[in-house]
């Protein structure tokens, strides 16, 4: 026969029942309370470019299709919004993919400067247009082999490039370091000069739809889920990512790689 409790015991084990209970209704609602803010920003990041469209074809249709000075802008600024959907279509896709844990890691070697490379000479008529400039930090050049799944940190690098494009100044300049830390590990940094992140911002910018005011007041045309898909991308192969910045100074985006040598 098991000894009975005593009255302390028992109320201890029922504080103890009352505090995992509570812990667990926390969760329930955080839970809860992510998903109602997911789905107040998506339906704020679709209601934008669909109610340009609808803006534009009415504008259309009630004569402007006939005025040759406007019908093809409108037509293009409507294509544009279009566009936009797909992307944060694309990217809910993948967002959706990764949260449910679906993404695989297909790993194999290749030279990270030459994915660089190959990503500067994809975005360089987009750098063009605003006088940026590409560069490998001097004293990176020498060939570093990572071990990683190649398409997802394409994405993730293309991810950052593009921002630092986006974000950067005319006539600026994007800067990808390489550092191998020691054997096992790099370290790779795009680093721009452009607009920068003030230090309320930082702590959120790798959270889904978060988009700092400067960047949904310049209309740039973005979804705010690329630096989260970056951050999924990272975490899935036990790597880390972060960031430094300045306003007005300039951002600096770091995530590590496992060099697969033992
Ligand atoms: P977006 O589609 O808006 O670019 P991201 O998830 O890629 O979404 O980035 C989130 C936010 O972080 C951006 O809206 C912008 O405010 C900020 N940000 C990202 N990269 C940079 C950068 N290189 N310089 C300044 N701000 C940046």
Known sequence: ILPLKTIEEVSEDVEKWAI?????????????????????????????????VQGYIHTLLDGAIDDPNVNKVFLKNATKNVDRLCHLLDDLD??????SGEMTINKETFVIQDMIKDIFDTLSL???????????????????????????I??????????????????GHTIASIYVMDDKQVLVEISDDGIGISEEHLPRVFERFYRTDRARSRDIGGTGLGLAIVKHIIEAH?????????????????????????
């Open 94 to 99: 993948e967002i959706s993919k990764l949260e």
């Open 154 to 171: 394409r994405q993730v690098l293309m991810n950052l490039v593009d921002n630092s494009i986006k974000y950067g100044k005319n006539d």
């Open 20 to 52: 995992q209970k509570k812990e667990e209704l926390d969760i329930l609602r955080r839970n809860e309370e992510f998903r109602k803010e997911f789905l107040l920003n998506l339906s704020h990041e679709l209601k934008t470019p669909i109610f340009a």
């Open 238 to 262: 036990n790597q880390t990512i972060n960031v430094r910045s300045k306003p007005e100074i300039g951002s600096t985006f770091g995530f590590t790689l496992d060099t697969g040598r033992e």
């Open 126 to 152: 987009k750098a063009n247009t605003k006088g940026i400039k590409f560069n490998i930090k001097k004293g990176c050049e020498a060939p570093v082999a990572v071990q990683a799944d190649k398409e997802k």
